[in-house]
């Protein structure tokens, strides 16, 4: 897959609504049922997943930061390529 260099504030745009996303889904707690002697797998289970839902809210919000971060570099070395360049045609 390749990703134009214009698209990339729209990737860390969609990164970052992702997190926002996910995160809103775990801002709430539900109520847990009560399923007898399975209560606890249940529970533990559910712990699992919203362990999982954290790691990929701060992988998408990480993701979106070195997405931006990358395109600010990107942005400055081609500027400073463009001035070499100028530069080097005055000579």
Not at 34 to 44: C, F, I, K, P, V
Not at 63 to 83: F, G, I, S, V
């Amino acid at each position: 897959m390749s990703i134009e260099i214009g698209d990339l504030n729209a990737v860390a745009r969609n990164l970052a609504t992702g997190a926002d996303g996910i995160n809103e889904l775990g801002s709430e707690s539900a109520d847990l049922p009560d399923a007898g002697a399975s209560t606890a797998l249940l529970a533990e289970s559910l712990g699992a997943l919203a362990s999982a839902l954290d790691m990929a809210v701060r992988s998408l919000a990480n993701a979106a930061d070195l997405t931006q971060n990358n395109l600010r570099d990107y942005q400055a070395l081609e500027a400073q390529n463009t001035q070499n360049i100028a530069q080097g045609g005055e000579r």
